[in-house]
């Protein structure tokens, strides 16, 4: 599945925003439960099987690309660390309570041998120049060095007394290979050909997780007291960035389709993904309890990640980040609206009088339309209009949708900002926020037709099919009523019930796939039952650090049956039990409406960021 998400960003002062595309799914696909604490991970393209190894256990599990388990072999000792070495197509594990490694053939899901290495092995690499696995030995404070094919290890490189090494990774462009100084706050770097330590580079902390970028030629280094990975440049070796994650990361590994890296955020539930041409964060999975191991299976697409504290593997579709467009709009792009019809979105620029209009396959604006105070946008498929609320005139403009030519004007209430559809009876709802009521017009004869009273401020406003209620976000931070969800029967122009979200309400909107309403307001999101009328749910994301959480709009993602709202810094998906299972980071962007293209399944972002900051989110 892909999902693309297009910012489109304001001008002077304020830069306007592109299209970002997601390739797969963001959000968590399965699971598996697995016996005891699952810690580390090897993925053997040889027979396409997934070996779990488990902290504290006597087994190595393979599972199959179906996720079936296939085979255990026995006689291991804690086993905590595994890597593939493609030249003999084995599987070394590094088993800790033994102080050995053990040899395990693929092909017959056996062990074939069992090397003494040093005390306590706790990471392991593979180093394709010199056909070799290299052993951190957390214990002994050295490296062993075992060459393939051969009984026994052929060196023991010593590190920093006191080291405690629990990180290795080979780097495929200089040949060395770099060690985690857990204990010491070190890198060592070892030359592959001479066996022995080259360099150490300090890093403060406690370095844990490495893993080597290839389409960077960069070694990255997690740090579980920082919360930091660090970026190392192997031709210095020197670090060049330092990349702060919103937990203590952990292990780490790069995602060979995105070239993304994914830091398990150790004490939490999440995996992070960083940019490999940026350094930034760009995205958040949610997983199991206490993430430890990563790896990614090449039959079917899947990165796996072993959740120590809940005993499961969970599963994802391979994440591929990247922006596709970036569309310069006016001084202030805000509402958006989909046209399905001629595959266009369209955008209104409340600080320029203009909407514009998006071409979906060539991300260029098609058509400019002059608009006074332009704000929430409407397309009507019954009609084929494109119905665009006018705050600066006090009335609702509709426009032909594939010729842009302008249909006529709806006068409406004081200060009109959002709109709704009701596609039962072909009516279209309009909250004006100085007047605190609806304006009801129908879009076939472009004539208002009635008002709703609902008081306060009314913001923006969802049709409810389930219940065929309206629902109203009363926006208080505007100071002209209170912070209230207004559930209104249109049918009877009376209010059902007040029910108090926020503060400051922007947008709210209807699940299809939960059949409950989502509410944006400032600090948290609010899930109301359609059925009983109560909040089922109130979840509190971050958004960018260093700024408040306030959200502002809403999509239905199709695709996975996800609710994405925007914030600034960020866009969130929330699954249908209520739960944040993915995020992308876009550092120093207000992102305010999200739109979902059904044809592309892009998504679409208004927002804006400082002229004088560029922002590269290709990843």
Same mark, same amino acid.
């Given at each position: 599945?892909?999902?693309?998400?297009?910012?489109?960003?304001?001008?002077?002062?304020?830069?306007?925003?592109?299209? #970002?595309?997601?390739?797969?799914?963001?959000?968590? %696909?399965?699971?598996?439960?697995?016996?005891?604490?699952?810690?580390?991970?090897?993925?053997?393209?040889? @027979?396409? %099987?997934?070996?779990? +190894?488990?902290?504290?256990?006597?087994?190595?599990? =393979?599972?199959?690309?179906?996720?079936?388990?296939?085979?255990?072999?026995? +006689?291991?000792?804690?086993?905590?660390?595994?890597?593939?070495?493609?030249?003999?197509?084995?599987?070394?594990?590094?088993? %800790?309570?033994?102080?050995? #490694?053990?040899?395990? @053939?693929?092909?017959?899901?056996?062990?074939?041998?069992?090397?003494?290495? +040093?005390?306590?092995?706790?990471?392991? $690499?593979?180093?394709?120049?010199?056909? =070799?696995?290299?052993?951190?030995?957390?214990?002994?404070?050295?490296?062993?060095? /075992?060459?393939?094919?051969?009984?026994?290890?052929?060196?023991?490189?010593?590190?920093?007394?006191?080291?405690?090494?629990?990180?290795?990774?080979?780097?495929?462009?200089?040949?060395? /290979?770099?060690?985690?100084? $857990?204990?010491?706050?070190?890198?060592?770097?070892? *030359?592959?050909?001479?066996?022995?330590? #080259?360099?150490? /580079? +300090?890093? !403060?902390? %406690?370095?844990?997780?490495? $893993?080597?970028?290839?389409?960077? *030629?960069?070694?990255?280094? &997690?740090?579980?007291?920082?919360?930091?990975?660090?970026?190392?440049?192997?031709? !210095?070796?020197?670090?060049?960035? @330092?990349? $702060?994650?919103?937990?203590?990361?952990?292990?780490?590994?790069? *995602?060979?389709? &995105?070239g993304d890296i994914l830091a398990d955020l150790a004490y939490s539930t999440a995996v992070a993904f960083i940019s490999g041409g940026t350094n930034t964060v760009v995205a958040k999975v949610l997983v199991g309890n206490s993430p430890e191991g990563i790896a990614f299976d090449a039959a079917n697409g899947h990165i796996y990640v072993a959740n120590s504290g809940s005993a499961t593997l969970s599963y994802f579709g391979d994440l591929s980040y990247n922006v596709v467009a970036t569309v310069g709009m006016g001084a202030w792009p805000w509402f958006s609206a989909f046209d399905p019809l001629n595959a266009e979105v369209y955008v209104s620029d409340i600080g320029g009088g203009a909407v514009q209009a998006i071409n979906t396959s060539s991300n260029l604006v098609v058509a400019t339309l002059s608009v006074g105070g332009p704000e929430g946008l409407l397309y009507d498929p019954a009609t084929r209009e494109m119905l665009v609320v006018s705050s600066g005139a006090d009335d609702v403009i509709a426009y032909n949708a594939t010729t842009d030519a302008l249909l006529g004007t709806v006068p409406v209430g004081t200060q009109p900002i959002g709109i709704g559809l009701d596609p039962a009876n072909g009516m279209a709802y309009v909250a004006n926020l100085r007047s605190g009521n609806l304006t009801v017009i129908s879009p076939a004869t472009l004539s208002s037709v009635g008002t709703v009273p609902v008081g306060g401020s009314p913001y923006s406003v969802v049709y409810d099919p389930t219940d065929h209620y309206l629902y109203v976000a009363q926006n208080e931070m505007l100071g002209y009523g209170y912070s209230n969800l207004t559930i209104v029967n249109p049918a009877l122009g009376t209010i059902v019930k007040n029910l108090t979200v926020g503060p400051y309400t922007q947008d709210v909107a209807y699940s299809p796939s939960t059949q409950d309403i989502y509410v944006a307001a400032y600090g948290n999101i609010s899930v109301v039952s359609s059925v009983s009328h109560t909040n089922i749910a109130t979840l509190t994301p971050v958004c960018e650090m260093g700024y408040v959480s306030a959200f502002f709009g809403f999509t239905y993602d199709s695709a996975n049956h996800d609710m994405v709202v925007s914030c600034v810094g960020a866009l969130f998906w929330i699954s249908p039990a209520s739960v944040v299972t993915a995020t992308a980071y876009l550092p120093g962007i207000q992102l305010s409406s999200v739109v979902y293209d059904s044809l592309s399944t892009n998504l679409y972002s208004t927002g804006s960021v400082s002229s004088s900051t560029t922002y590269d989110f290709a990843g």
């Open positions: 599945m892909v999902l693309g998400l297009t910012f489109l960003v304001a001008a002077a002062g304020l830069a306007s925003f592109g299209v #970002v595309t997601y390739a797969n799914a963001l959000a968590k %696909e399965g699971s598996v439960s697995v016996p005891s604490v699952p810690w580390a991970l090897a993925y053997a393209p040889s @027979n396409h %099987e997934l070996y779990v +190894g488990y902290d504290g256990g006597t087994t190595v599990q =393979a599972f199959s690309s179906a996720n079936k388990l296939v085979a255990t072999v026995t +006689g291991q000792s804690s086993p905590v660390a595994m890597v593939y070495d493609p030249s003999n197509q084995y599987v070394y594990v590094a088993n %800790e309570g033994a102080d050995t #490694v053990s040899a395990i @053939n693929t092909a017959t899901n056996s062990v074939v041998a069992t090397l003494a290495v +040093g005390i306590a092995p706790f990471a392991m $690499t593979y180093d394709s120049w010199t056909d =070799a696995v290299y052993v951190a030995n957390a214990g002994s404070d050295n490296v062993s060095v /075992i060459p393939t094919g051969a009984d026994s290890t052929s060196a023991a490189i010593p590190l920093p007394p006191g080291s405690a090494p629990e990180g290795i990774a080979f780097d495929g462009a200089t040949g060395e /290979i770099y060690v985690a100084d $857990t204990s010491v706050g070190e890198v060592s770097v070892i *030359d592959g050909t001479l066996n022995s330590v #080259v360099q150490n /580079i +300090g890093l !403060g902390g %406690e370095p844990y997780g490495v $893993t080597f970028d290839s389409a960077n *030629d960069l070694v990255y280094v &997690s740090d579980l007291t920082t919360g930091n990975v660090s970026a190392i440049d192997g031709a !210095g070796p020197f670090v060049v960035d @330092n990349v $702060t994650l919103p937990a203590a990361p952990g292990q780490l590994a790069v *995602d060979p389709a &995105s």
